[in-house]
């Protein structure tokens, strides 16, 4: 049954106790959020002067924002309305905080500067598309939010009342074990907002949060929002076409026109104001598609738009009054206290939490990726399908003097398969985990340092058992030494191939996201593939293109694991045919520019490699966020 406007009031007992859940937890374990009863807090937005420009292409810079003037406040719902293009979502973006590249104006909140990484703790953003983990279910996805936010510390019991408290808001208890992919569009929304609420924060920023979702749905999700408005938070959504139903919901509007704000300010009062200046709004007339209507006049440059404007622009540029000042001073005191309890506050990111959040994160993937099919599953059916057929098609060859480039050829399919085997999956999840990161760190949930060291833990495992299936498979049923150190190494650099194939993946994965991800890794790995010494032996390349050589990871791998079968002094081979020209083993070595007992210094090499895509991989983690930002 759709909740009416009028029975949201009898609902408001579930948004007390989420207030409830939050504030009972003792001050000192809220490292993360200041402590605060949401009806005593009295938050006025007001930004002024604002502009915001984009890069339309590398040469040309465009004004996205121009002169955006308005205010919001809390216990109240805004909508940020305009025609398609018009700039809500960059609104919604500069606003939030999460826009600060090519911003400019001034943002205050009661009058004082907005501090941005204050303001980040004490808001949150739901995107138009909020990445979340598909493969955890409702419950698990709320309690890996509170864990991220709330510290170690706290009690289980405050956590699961905190979940509880959610789901019974949003009406999400049915959907408790469900997994995320399986949801509902309107559940998906509504569990998005539970995972901001965890902290209970006294600023929402939601863009479009009805979007794709039947009139029904819609109006389920704003009725929950105007909900928590009614609970003492500051709401703001970018809301296309509202319904009168919907538009009854709301409290405030902005209504925005080719980058500027043509009005902000209470609902009750934005009609009367358009008709000030000209436009008339007709009986029983949604509100929302006739200041839509006149919104989209803007671009005929007509003369009552641009005075709505400047008259937007004059009372909103006007310093508050004595009783606006009265009724937030009691808040701006509250906001100076978090800013002075700065180090508990900013403790969010420090050493203890750093941990707290890695386990977190860790365990979180482990799960994920333990239901994901393709990351664990497949992956190792495949090693061992894979191994199988290399070990038919090479039966016993490891030990034939006659049969040595064949063994190379195996070996390299080896390094090849354990190396893409590795790659293309951690493309796919990387890309996918990234959104999620991106999202997360952005509303302050934990460091880059604490995702980026839980990545490479939560990933290792799968590293080691796929190569290990494999060459274990391969390395008997092809008849290489029966000699425990030479498997050794063969196992270590197999282990190597695949950590290197697997940080290839991240990096690619995590910077360019998934399709340009999937063509970049193969086209840049073939290259460095001519120069592993396999298809033209190292002595035979120009002398100016050596240094490539030195630089590819092929070449070391496969030196590696030839050193290994035919090096250290391994007693001559056995011959079957007539004649066979690489009985010796150092013969072949040789041949190949391969002699010397150097695996150690192949091995190195391939940890250096190990350690520069380390560094990639974080890069491309900054880089991520330099670009959201
Ligand atoms: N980074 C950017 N660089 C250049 N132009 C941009 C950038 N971001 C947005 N724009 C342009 O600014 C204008 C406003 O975009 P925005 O996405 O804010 O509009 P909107 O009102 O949310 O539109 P819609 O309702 O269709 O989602 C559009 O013309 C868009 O092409």
Same mark, same amino acid.
């Given at each position: 049954?759709?909740e009416?406007?009028?029975?949201?009031?009898s609902?408001?007992?579930?948004?007390?106790?989420?207030?409830?859940a939050?504030?009972?937890?003792?001050?000192?374990?809220?490292a993360?959020?200041?402590k605060?009863?949401?009806?005593?807090?009295?938050?006025n937005?007001?930004?002024?002067?604002v502009?915001?420009?984009?890069?339309q292409?590398?040469?040309?810079t465009?004004?996205?924002?121009?002169?955006v003037?308005?205010?919001?406040?809390?216990?109240?719902?805004?909508?940020?309305?305009?025609?398609?293009?018009?700039?809500?979502?960059?609104?919604m973006?500069?606003?939030?905080?999460?826009?600060?590249?090519?911003?400019?104006?001034?943002?205050?909140?009661?009058?004082q500067?907005?501090?941005?990484?204050?303001f980040r703790?004490?808001?949150?953003?739901?995107?138009?598309?909020?990445?979340?983990?598909?493969?955890?279910t409702v419950?698990?996805t709320?309690?890996?939010?509170?864990?991220?936010k709330?510290?170690?510390?706290?009690?289980?019991?405050?956590?699961?009342?905190?979940?509880?408290?959610?789901?019974?808001?949003?009406?999400?208890?049915?959907?408790?074990?469900?997994?995320?992919?399986?949801?509902?569009?309107?559940?998906?929304?509504?569990?998005?907002?539970?995972?901001?609420?965890?902290?209970?924060?006294?600023?929402?920023?939601?863009?479009?949060?009805?979007?794709?979702?039947d009139?029904?749905?819609?109006?389920?999700?704003m009725?929950?929002?105007?909900?928590?408005?009614?609970?003492?938070?500051?709401?703001?959504c970018?809301?296309h076409?509202?319904?009168?139903k919907?538009?009854?919901?709301?409290d405030?509007?902005?209504?925005?026109?080719g980058?500027?704000?043509?009005y902000?300010?209470?609902?009750e009062e934005?009609i009367e104001?358009?008709?000030?200046?000209?436009f008339?709004?007709p009986?029983?007339?949604n509100?929302?598609?006739?200041?839509?209507?006149?919104?989209s006049?803007?671009?005929?440059?007509?003369?009552?738009?641009?005075k709505?404007?400047?008259?937007?622009?004059?009372?909103?540029?006007?310093?508050?009054?004595?009783?606006?000042?009265?009724q937030?001073n009691?808040?701006?005191?509250?906001?100076?206290? *978090?800013?002075l !309890?700065?180090?508990? &506050?900013? %403790?969010?990111? #420090?050493?203890?939490? /750093?941990?707290?959040? =890695? +386990?977190?994160?860790?365990n979180?993937?482990?799960?994920?990726?333990?239901?994901?099919?393709?990351?664990?599953?497949?992956?190792?059916i495949?090693?061992?399908?894979?191994?199988?057929?290399?070990?038919?098609?090479?039966?016993? *060859?490891?030990? !034939?003097?006659?049969? &040595?480039? %064949?063994?190379? #050829?195996?070996?390299? /399919?080896?390094?090849? =398969? +354990?190396?893409?085997?590795?790659?293309?999956?951690?493309?796919?999840?990387?890309?996918?985990?990234?959104?999620?990161?991106?999202?997360?760190?952005?509303?302050?949930?934990?460091?880059?340092?604490?995702?980026?060291?839980?990545? *490479?833990?939560? !990933?290792?495992?799968?590293?080691?058992?796929?190569?290990?299936?494999?060459?274990?498979?391969?390395?008997f049923?092809?008849?290489?030494?029966?000699?425990?150190?030479?498997?050794?190494?063969?196992?270590?650099?197999?282990?190597?191939?695949a950590?290197?194939?697997?940080?290839?993946?991240?990096?690619?994965?995590?910077?360019?996201?998934?399709?340009?991800?999937?063509?970049?890794?193969?086209?840049?790995?073939?290259p460095?593939?001519?120069?592993?010494?396999?298809?033209?032996?190292i002595?035979?390349?120009?002398?100016?293109?050596?240094p490539?050589?030195?630089?590819?990871?092929?070449?070391?791998?496969?030196?590696a694991?030839?050193r290994?079968?035919y090096?250290?002094?391994r007693?001559?081979?056995?011959?079957?045919?007539?004649?066979?020209?690489?009985?010796?083993?150092?013969?072949?070595?040789?041949?190949?520019?391969?002699?010397?007992?150097?695996?150690g210094?192949?091995?190195?090499?391939?940890?250096?490699?190990?350690?520069?895509?380390?560094?990639?991989?974080?890069?491309?983690?900054?880089?991520?966020?330099?670009?959201?930002?």
């Amino acid at each position: 049954m759709i909740e009416n406007i009028e029975n949201v009031s009898s609902n408001d007992h579930k948004t007390d106790l989420l207030n409830d859940a939050i504030i009972s937890i003792p001050n000192t374990t809220m490292a993360n959020v200041p402590k605060f009863n949401l009806q005593d807090l009295h938050l006025n937005y007001h930004f002024v002067n604002v502009n915001y420009s984009g890069k339309q292409n590398p040469s040309k810079t465009v004004e996205i924002l121009k002169d955006v003037y308005g205010q919001f406040n809390s216990g109240q719902l805004t909508a940020i309305l305009g025609p398609s293009g018009a700039g809500k979502t960059s609104l919604m973006n500069v606003l939030s905080g999460f826009k600060t590249i090519g911003v400019t104006g001034t943002v205050q909140i009661n009058g004082q500067e907005r501090h941005l990484h204050e303001f980040r703790k004490m808001s949150a953003y739901i995107p138009q598309k909020f990445a979340m983990l598909d493969l955890l279910t409702v419950q698990e996805t709320l309690k890996v939010s509170v864990d991220l936010k709330l510290p170690k510390i706290q009690k289980t019991l405050e956590k699961e009342k905190i979940i509880d408290a959610i789901l019974e808001l949003l009406n999400l208890e049915n959907s408790r074990k469900t997994l995320v992919r399986n949801l509902s569009g309107g559940e998906r929304k509504r569990l998005s907002i539970g995972i901001e609420l965890v902290t209970n924060p006294p600023i929402m920023f939601f863009d479009e949060p009805t979007s794709g979702l039947d009139s029904v749905a819609s109006l389920q999700i704003m009725t929950h929002l105007r909900r928590l408005a009614q609970g003492g938070r500051m709401i703001v959504c970018v809301v296309h076409q509202p319904s009168s139903k919907l538009m009854r919901l709301f409290d405030n509007v902005l209504v925005m026109a080719g980058g500027e704000v043509l009005y902000s300010g209470l609902q009750e009062e934005m009609i009367e104001r358009f008709e000030e200046f000209g436009f008339q709004c007709p009986q029983y007339y949604n509100p929302a598609d006739f200041v839509l209507e006149v919104a989209s006049e803007r671009s005929h440059n007509c003369k009552n738009i641009v005075k709505l404007i400047e008259q937007n622009k004059s009372i909103h540029s006007l310093p508050r009054s004595e009783g606006a000042i009265d009724q937030v001073n009691e808040t701006t005191d509250l906001l100076t206290k *978090i800013k002075l !309890d700065e180090p508990a &506050v900013t %403790s969010q990111f #420090s050493e203890t939490n /750093f941990w707290h959040h =890695f +386990v977190v994160l860790v365990n979180r993937s482990v799960l994920s990726m333990s239901r994901n099919m393709m990351a664990v599953q497949l992956r190792v059916i495949s090693h061992v399908i894979v191994a199988i057929l290399l070990g038919i098609v090479f039966w016993q *060859i490891g030990d !034939d003097g006659g049969k &040595v480039l %064949s063994n190379v #050829s195996c070996i390299f /399919f080896v390094v090849l =398969f +354990v190396f893409f085997g590795n790659a293309m999956p951690s493309i796919f999840l990387s890309s996918e985990d990234t959104e999620v990161f991106i999202r997360e760190h952005l509303n302050a949930y934990y460091s880059k340092k604490a995702y980026y060291m839980a990545k *490479i833990v939560a !990933d290792l495992p799968v590293q080691f058992i796929c190569p290990t299936i494999l060459l274990t498979i391969v390395y008997f049923m092809t008849g290489q030494p029966c000699d425990i150190g030479r498997f050794v190494m063969c196992w270590g650099i197999s282990l190597l191939s695949a950590i290197i194939g697997h940080f290839m993946g991240l990096v690619f994965g995590s910077a360019f996201g998934l399709q340009i991800g999937i063509y970049l890794v193969p086209a840049v790995t073939i290259p460095i593939m001519i120069f592993s010494g396999f298809f033209i032996r190292i002595h035979e390349v120009a002398d100016v293109l050596r240094p490539l050589c030195d630089l590819s990871f092929f070449r070391y791998t496969m030196e590696a694991f030839l050193r290994a079968l035919y090096a250290y002094e391994r007693p001559f081979l056995k011959c079957t045919d007539k004649f066979c020209y690489y009985k010796n083993p150092s013969k072949f070595l040789n041949d190949y520019g391969m002699s010397g007992n150097f695996y150690g210094i192949d091995f190195c090499a391939l940890l250096l490699w190990i350690a520069v895509l380390n560094v990639l991989f974080f890069i491309s983690l900054l880089w991520r966020v330099k670009k959201a930002q």
